[in-house]
């Protein structure tokens, strides 16, 4: 029972973390990506690590939930 509601608490906290990532880059004309590099900082290279550090979790955590149930 713990797992489910981790899992469905990480899954909506994951997908929220990346709706913010989207909504902060502006989409090009016709879907073109840009060619120019940039360097992620502040609040985007926060979002960046906590996507990671959460789809870590969730993974983990979906694994514990299999392994254990």
Do not use: D, H, Y
Not at 22 to 35: K, L
Not at 46 to 68: E, G, H, P, S, Y
């Amino acid at each position: 029972m713990w797992f489910q509601i981790s899992l469905l608490i990480l899954a909506v906290v994951l997908i929220v973390v990346l709706l913010l990532q989207a909504r902060g880059n502006n989409p090009s004309v016709f879907g073109q990506s840009e060619s120019t590099f940039r360097v992620r900082r502040g609040v985007e290279k926060l979002l960046f690590r906590a996507t990671i550090v959460l789809t870590i979790v969730f993974v983990a955590v979906a694994i514990a939930n299999v392994r254990f149930s």
